[in-house]
Structures are given as structure tokens and as C-alpha cells.
């Protein structure tokens, strides 16, 4: 009995040996380029294999950021508020609020960080394990917000902070908004800032030379 | 609020027991209040706790003040309150600063009145103010060992300026 | 010597105590007495705790799981308020003093108008006060279902969280259509009120108060009689009520043991005389009348409403006289001295001749008294806030000694202490 398959004849017009050669040559260049031996090698490794298992990794991180709660004030309770049935905050991917910092990936600084909390707040962002980041929520742990006295100090001041939300209190659609302009800043494609977006750059504040900023310089 | 007459009959009993207590009576807006020599503090809060036509037997707030320029500067004030009359009467006393190092003294009414604890510690907290007498006088708001009497007038206010165009000469170069 | 627990133990994970760091928690050696050993342990319930009641450091004296000695230290949120109160003018400092005590805000700017307001001899319309107990009562209710949200998640009722966390949703979403703002509205003025509500806005209110009651009555259904916590809350944290008025508490804790003590009715300010409420409170003044007393106060808080809102009287929503409050927009078009009196309010701020005074008013925890020094110009001299859970927290030590710390974490959350009130 015989089978009759299309095409598989050798020897036939549709497998001519020199076009099969050319067809092998051209994906062999799509691949590789002209690249040999080691360098090949590191361009197998960065490109194909490890870039994709980065942004699969960032992605995985970013869609499961698990907070640590760090309720410091008025912010706190919105943060809460957050949490809750309204606002949910596990859609995004913040299932639960671990109290351990050792556990959590983000550290929400909700509220006012006084002089006293502040080497309290280095020491739990310390115990936090890599990879990890910061959202500094409200005016008062951006800035020292409404209050710009003796006894706060803005987080950024003693801790790197990815993120800052403004408001007082932000409402948790803001902090929601906080969060996943992190989401994208962890999968690598963070938000351009504003004076980018908007075309303004030049608008930055410098002194000019040519301008008296007071009576004094004239 | 004992009315006017009332404050004045409070006064002249309390003139009859200890002489040189009361300083001043003061009635403003409602408000009675007996100014106190700092030295007879207790025997007149006492007095006025236990007398049984006074019966003000409720600390509401202690609290203090800082006028400068006024002499003398610091006013410590303590709020209390007849339940069962419904009354109030606040009673001031006025320390002097004697000056750095030294720190103004005044007995605690711990004593008297535990719930006063911890609002003596944030009287010396904020402004100084020593309580002879108190059993755990430290620094409860600010970290312990902070240096310097936040409250107090002469005591700059913190923070940092805000930079707006008129005043980034002073900070030249702030962006870098 | 024996093998010391480490720190970070399975006991620390159980009762829920977050130990900052092994230098911090001074643990104390073993006495080795006849073979036994009696160890004090002094564990450091930090300053980040999951017990969301803010950053409240206690160092407790535990031998076994008995507590010897509580001391709170306080001061990690201090933001010196009162030293920013200084140097702004009068009005500037609503928004400050309602951040004091966050989760009553209300009262907090009603305490320190009030108090301007008697240095001012200033009347405050019929209407002004009527929305300010509305508002006042909703703020109430808010606090009191925070915190028996957290209070309940504290004790293992999580589900209690996020019933009361979606009622107070509903009160926040009257406060936005209110004010404008969900917290911190700056809605209590020197004088009255900012605005008028808007049109449906009572309909609204009324609308909630019969929801809430109802509600009110589910969440009682959960707990009221639930084993769990009824062994958790029942004889816990018993404080004698004259123990209690020494350490100058009040509020609902003194209520919940017995001495019904409310500045509403004992000394009405704001028109709470012209409604009709009843004060609960308890007969043990364990944690168990705590939450009993609190959860009547939501209902007894509806009733205010009702009567509040149905009774609202017609006319202006803040004062007439405009050297305290800003003129209305229209009159600005017409009328010079209309003009100038919003160009110095702005600016300057109005002045409030020299004085001292103390307005006391029953917030969700206890009085709360704002007193104020004016010397005639236009910023005040000190404004001081008589926080409740100030005074409270010294009744913590008397709650807990003797007692278990699982106790203790209970009489935490039913001593409501709100730690920006504390700090200020």
C-alpha cells in the first residue's frame, strides 16, 4: 500500500537543495547576525533567554507588591479604607498587608514621620528584603506637607522613595493611582515625568544671570 | 462657672486660710479664674479639691503657656471641674524664667491628681518647666534626649523654607 | 542556662507583638533559683505593631504571659501642631487642629471654634448649629465604626472590618457632598459653618441613619453574643469609675463603668439641649461595657441626626458680622465695605481682643478642650488641645496589670486612643 504524502518527494521541483540552502542561511543571520563564537554566546544569553525571564520576573513582582503597613496618621486611615470592600486594594494585586517587614515588598508611608519614628522607619525599610520600594503617601511624608516645623521630616530625606502621592489625605483612588504608576515603574517602563509628557522643559527655575533677584544684586 | 460673687467668696476663704495665695481673680467671658502664687499651688488646688463647699474634684486639663514678653513668662493653668455642679474654675499660676541654665520649678499635683501625670511631662517637654515631686519627669513627645524647650516663644519654629522664584538667590544652585 | 527564646519565636507570631530589633528587646537573664527558673521579660510592643492604633510604644514586663508593668511611650507622631498654631492667623489654623485627632475631626475644629468664638462673644445662628451637631454625630458614628473595625480585626472578627469600613464609606461620601473633602473637611468655621449643605442632602442623611440602625443591629447580631469574644472581652481591663476620674478620664470608658458623665447633656453646648438622647452606659466597666456602650452611642447618634435634621431652622449658615466671617461673593460686586472687610479677612485675619479661654465639648473619646490665649492681634498666643486619649492612656497601666497580654491587646483596642490626639 502506498502512502501518498504532498510534497515529500525528494529529487521533485518544490525541494530544490540550493534554495533550501538559502532559506537555512537567511534564519541562521535572522538570529544571530554575524556574530561568533563568544560574543554569540553572551548574545544568546542577554537577549533571548534572560530579558524575557526579567520582565516575566518584574511582571510577576509588580501584579503581587505586597504592602507592609506603615500607618502612621490621618493617611493611615485612608489607606485602610483602601483595603477595604470600596476601594479594593487586592485587586491590584496587594492581597494582604504582612505586619512583618520581611516579609513585605512595598512599604506605604502613610502619614507624618516625626523626628522620633524616623530612625523607626530606616530600621523597618532596612529589614526589608530586596527587591523592594517605597510610596510615600500623603503631603507629610513627601514633604513635611502641611507642617513644615521642627519636630517632622520628609521621608525621602533618610530613604529613597519611589513614589509620592500627593493630597491630605489622598483619597484611596489616588493611592490606587500611586500604586500602579509603581506597577509600571517595577515592569520597566516607568511614567514619563510630567515635564516630559507635557513638552516643557525650560520651564525649570534658574537663577538668570542677567535677572536681579533682589534689590541687593542690582 | 462660679459667677463673679462666687469667685470673690472663693478668693477671700482661700485669703483667710493661706495669706499670700491668691495673686489675682479674673472673670472673662464666663470664665472664673483664680491667679495663684506658684508657691501655694498645691494648698490651693488641694483646698479646693477636698472642701466640701468646693468639691471641684476633677483635673479637666493642665496645661502651659509661654508670654513672652510678658513677665513673669511661663502660665501654667489647670482646669478643674465641680460634676456634680457643673462647674468649672481655672486656676493660673505664673513662674518666672530664672534664666538659662537654670529651669523654672513648681510643685506637682500628681499628688493631688494622677491624671495629671502626663500632662506635667509635656508641660516640661514643651516649655521647661520643672515639677518638684514628679515620679517619672522625662521627656514624653520629643525624643529623650532632645535639647531645647520646643514650645517656648524664643524657639524658631523649624522646617525648611519653601523655595519659590524671590528667594532662590539664598540657596544658589539648589537643583544640583 | 537554658535555651532563651529567641526573639522572633513562635510566641511573638501568636500573640501578634512585633519585636523591632533582638538590641532593642532587652531580654533579662534567667534566675536560676533551684533548678526552676523565673525570667521578667520586658518586650518592646514597638512602635510598628499590626494592632493599627497607631505608633504606640509600650514596654511591657511580662513574666510568663502575665503582665507586671506597662509603660506607654509615646511622642513618635508629635508634629508640634500647636507651635505651627502660633503663627497663623486665626482661621488659617482650623485645617492644623483638625489633624490633631484624626479620626474625629469635626471636634476638634468645633473645640477650637468654640473657644475663638467665646473670645470673640460671638453668636452663633440656629442653623450653624444644627449642621454642626449633624455633622458632629456623623463624625461620631465614623469614629466609633473605625474603630470598631480595627477593634474586631484586633480580636480575629476580620469580617467586622469590612462591614464597618464600607458604612463609613457611605458617611465619608456625605461628608464629600458636604464639604467638598472625605477628611479634614475644614467644614466648622469661626462663626458657623462654611457652606450651606446641598439640596438633597438631607434626604440623604436620613436615608443613612435608618440604614445604619439597621446595620448597627447586624453587627451586634455578630458579636454581641459570640463566645469568642465574649471570653476575650467579658471581666477584662475593670477599672473602678472613681479610679477612673482621678486619672481624669472620660468619655465612654468612664460610661462603661457606670458614671454617666456627658458633656452633651451635663453642660450642652451648640444647641444639644433642644434634642432628645439618651446616654448609655455600663455596670462592670470591663471591655465588654466598652463596646456595648460604644456601639448604643452609634444608635443613640442616629436619633440626634434625625431629630437634628428634621428640626434644621431656616436662616444664615454662619455669622453676620464681617469682621469674622468672609461676606457672601455677591455683595462683593455692590458693596465697598463688603470689599474691604474680605480684603482684611484674607489677608490679615480678624483680631481677637486679649483673653484666655477653655471650650470643652464630648468627642467619640472623652472632652475635648481647646484652650486659647488672644492678644489682640491676629494670630493666637497658644492654642492647646485637652486631648481625651492623652489622659486616657494613663488608665492603660491600671487596665493591664495583673492581667494576660492577650487581655491586654483588648484593653488596647477598647481604650480607643488615637495616637495624632496624643502626640498632637
Not at chain 1, 530606616?122 to 517605597?134: A, F
Not at chain 2, 478668693?11 to 491668691?22: D, G, N, V, W, Y
Not at chain 2, 511631662?121 to 520643672?130: L, S, T, Y
Not at chain 3, 465697598?336 to 468627642?363: N, W
Request: proline letters at 7%.
Amino acid at each position: 500500500m502506498e502512502i501518498k504524502r504532498e510534497g515529500a518527494d525528494r529529487g521533485k521541483a518544490g525541494t530544490d537543495p540550493d534554495e533550501f540552502r538559502i532559506r537555512q542561511i537567511r534564519a541562521r543571520d535572522l538570529l544571530r547576525g554575524d556574530r561568533e563564537g563568544h560574543d554569540l554566546e553572551k548574545h544568546v544569553q542577554e537577549s533571548v533567554l534572560t530579558t524575557t525571564l526579567e520582565k516575566a520576573l518584574d511582571w510577576a513582582r509588580s501584579n503581587a507588591l505586597w504592602p507592609a503597613t506603615f500607618g502612621l496618621a490621618c493617611c493611615a486611615i485612608e489607606q485602610i479604607s483602601l483595603v477595604t470592600s470600596r476601594y479594593d486594594s487586592a485587586r491590584f494585586g496587594a492581597e494582604v498587608f504582612r505586619a512583618s517587614p520581611r516579609q513585605a515588598d512595598m512599604l506605604i508611608l502613610s502619614g507624618r514621620v516625626s523626628i522620633k519614628m524616623a530612625p523607626v522607619v530606616r530600621r523597618i525599610y532596612d529589614q526589608m528584603l530586596e527587591p523592594k520600594w517605597v510610596i510615600a503617601m500623603g503631603a507629610c511624608a513627601s514633604s513635611t506637607g502641611v507642617f513644615n516645623n521642627y519636630a517632622l521630616v520628609a521621608a525621602d530625606k533618610f530613604m529613597p522613595v519611589d513614589v509620592h502621592v500627593p493630597g491630605c489625605p489622598p483619597r484611596p483612588e489616588a493611592l490606587i493611582h500611586g500604586i500602579l504608576k509603581l506597577q509600571r515603574m517595577v515592569q520597566g517602563h516607568p511614567d514619563l515625568g510630567w515635564r516630559t509628557r507635557y513638552g516643557a522643559e525650560g520651564t525649570e527655575e534658574l537663577p538668570h544671570p542677567n535677572i536681579a533677584l533682589s534689590p541687593a544684586e542690582t | 462657672m462660679p459667677d463673679p460673687a462666687g469667685l470673690e467668696l472663693i478668693a477671700h476663704e482661700l485669703r483667710e486660710r493661706h495669706p499670700e495665695s491668691i495673686a489675682d481673680t479674673l472673670y472673662y467671658r464666663g470664665i472664673a479664674t483664680l491667679v495663684v502664687e506658684p508657691d501655694h499651688v498645691l494648698e490651693v488646688l488641694s483646698w479646693l479639691r477636698d472642701d466640701p463647699q468646693q468639691q471641684y474634684g476633677f483635673l479637666a486639663s493642665m496645661h502651659a503657656c509661654d508670654y513672652l514678653p510678658h513677665e513673669p513668662r511661663f502660665g501654667l493653668h489647670y482646669e478643674l471641674l465641680n460634676m456634680s455642679r457643673v462647674e468649672r474654675i481655672h486656676v493660673k499660676a505664673l513662674l518666672a524664667d530664672p534664666g538659662e541654665p537654670e529651669l523654672p520649678e513648681i510643685d506637682s499635683c500628681v499628688s493631688l491628681f494622677p491624671g495629671a501625670g502626663f500632662q506635667e511631662r509635656e508641660a516640661f517637654d514643651m516649655f521647661g518647666i520643672v515639677f518638684r515631686g514628679h515620679p517619672d519627669l522625662r521627656r514624653i513627645l520629643m525624643p529623650e534626649e532632645y535639647e531645647g524647650w520646643p514650645q517656648r516663644r524664643d524657639f524658631p519654629l523649624g522646617g525648611e523654607p519653601v523655595l519659590f522664584t524671590h528667594n532662590e538667590h539664598q540657596m544658589p544652585r539648589w537643583y544640583e | 542556662m537554658s535555651e532563651r527564646e529567641p526573639v522572633g519565636s513562635v510566641r511573638e507570631m501568636a500573640m501578634g507583638v512585633t519585636v523591632d530589633a533582638a538590641a532593642e528587646a532587652g531580654l533579662s537573664p534567667p534566675d536560676v533559683e533551684d533548678g526552676r527558673e523565673e525570667a521578667v521579660l520586658t518586650i518592646n510592643f514597638g512602635p510598628h505593631h499590626p494592632a493599627t492604633h497607631g505608633v504606640l510604644r509600650l514596654l511591657v514586663e511580662l513574666e510568663g504571659e502575665v503582665v507586671h508593668d506597662v509603660k506607654p511611650y509615646v511622642g513618635y507622631v508629635h508634629t508640634g501642631i500647636e507651635k505651627n498654631c502660633e503663627d497663623k492667623s486665626y482661621w488659617k489654623v482650623i485645617p492644623l487642629v483638625e489633624r490633631m485627632d484624626y479620626l474625629s475631626y469635626y471636634f476638634n475644629a468645633l473645640a477650637y471654634c468654640m473657644s475663638v468664638e467665646r473670645l470673640l462673644d460671638e453668636e452663633v445662628p440656629a442653623r450653624a448649629q444644627y449642621l454642626r451637631v449633624i455633622h458632629c454625630e456623623l463624625n461620631r458614628i465614623h469614629s466609633h465604626l473605625v474603630w470598631l473595625g480595627t477593634s474586631a480585626l484586633d480580636l480575629g472578627a476580620i469580617s467586622i472590618l469590612w462591614y464597618c469600613f464600607r458604612e463609613r464609606d457611605k458617611v465619608l461620601d456625605l461628608f464629600e457632598a458636604s464639604s467638598g473633602q472625605r477628611m479634614h473637611t475644614r467644614y466648622v468655621q469661626v462663626g458657623g459653618v462654611v457652606e450651606d449643605i446641598p439640596a438633597n442632602w438631607a434626604r440623604k442623611v436620613l436615608a443613612f441613619t435608618e440604614d445604619m440602625v439597621e446595620r448597627v443591629g447586624q453587627y451586634e447580631a455578630i458579636l454581641d453574643r459570640n463566645e469568642i469574644f465574649l471570653q476575650r472581652t467579658k471581666g477584662v481591663g475593670i477599672v473602678p469609675p472613681e479610679r477612673l476620674l482621678e486619672l481624669g478620664v472620660t468619655g465612654p470608658l468612664l460610661r462603661a463603668a457606670g458614671n454617666p458623665w456627658d458633656l452633651r447633656k451635663a453642660d450642652p453646648y451648640s444647641s444639644y439641649d433642644h434634642f432628645e438622647f439618651k446616654i448609655p452606659i455600663g455596670t462592670v466597666g470591663d471591655c465588654y461595657d466598652r463596646y456595648r456602650v460604644r456601639v448604643a452611642e452609634i444608635r443613640e447618634s442616629c436619633a440626634i441626626i434625625r431629630q437634628a435634621v428634621e428640626g434644621l431652622p431656616e436662616g444664615p449658615w454662619i455669622t453676620d458680622n464681617r469682621k469674622v466671617a468672609l461676606p457672601p461673593r455677591h455683595e462683593l460686586a455692590t458693596s465697598m465695605e463688603a470689599l474691604i472687610h474680605h480684603f482684611k479677612l484674607v489677608t490679615e485675619g480678624f483680631r481677637v481682643p486679649p483673653g484666655e479661654a477653655y471650650a470643652p465639648i464630648e468627642s467619640p473619646r472623652g472632652e475635648l478642650g481647646c484652650f486659647v490665649v488672644a492678644d489682640g492681634s491676629a494670630k493666637p498666643v497658644r492654642v492647646h488641645m485637652r486631648d481625651p486619649s492623652f489622659v486616657n492612656l494613663q488608665s492603660l497601666r491600671e487596665m493591664c496589670v495583673g492581667g494576660y497580654i492577650a487581655d491586654m491587646i483588648v484593653s488596647l483596642a477598647m481604650l480607643d486612643p488615637i495616637l495624632g490626639g496624643i502626640d498632637r
